[in-house]
């Protein structure tokens, strides 16, 4: 199957900076879509940001002009850069992939999710 290893995470004042990275591995034909979520504690779980792979991206209105997403396809990652944090901005951030994979004679599309990396903005 397909694995995303996530880091970067961590606690950060508010005002500074962090970036996430995730990584993907298994049996990758082609990664469709890579993107980032969040789920602070209570609430469900909601878009940041995502971009396919010729590069388009879609931003939550919260973090734009803050965050910025962008991926390497040759190391099929993708990173999460953010500016500006905020304390509403604390939360698990999950990796999430929309993957090709072969199957036998088959192209398959699945939806991978990374086991997520806590981000606390706090002073």
């Known amino acids: 199957q397909v694995q995303l290893v996530e880091s970067g995470g961590g606690l950060v004042q508010p005002g500074g900076s962090l970036t996430l990275s995730c990584a993907a591995s298994?049996?990758?034909?082609?990664?469709?879509?890579m993107g980032w979520y969040r789920q602070a504690p209570g609430k469900q779980r909601d878009l940041v940001a995502h971009?396919?792979?010729?590069?388009?991206?879609n931003y939550a209105d919260s973090v734009k002009g803050r965050f910025t997403i962008s991926r390497d396809n040759a190391k099929n990652t993708v990173y999460l850069q953010m500016n500006s944090l905020k304390p509403e901005d604390t939360a698990v951030y999950y990796c999430?992939?929309?993957?090709?994979?072969?199957?036998?004679?088959?192209?398959?599309?699945?939806?991978?999710w990374g086991q997520g990396t806590q981000v606390t903005v706090s002073s």
């Open positions: 298994g049996s990758i034909f082609s990664i469709n879509v």
């Open positions: 999430n992939a929309v993957v090709e994979v072969v199957r036998g004679v088959e192209l398959l599309e699945i939806e991978s």
């Open positions: 971009i396919l792979s010729g590069g388009s991206t």
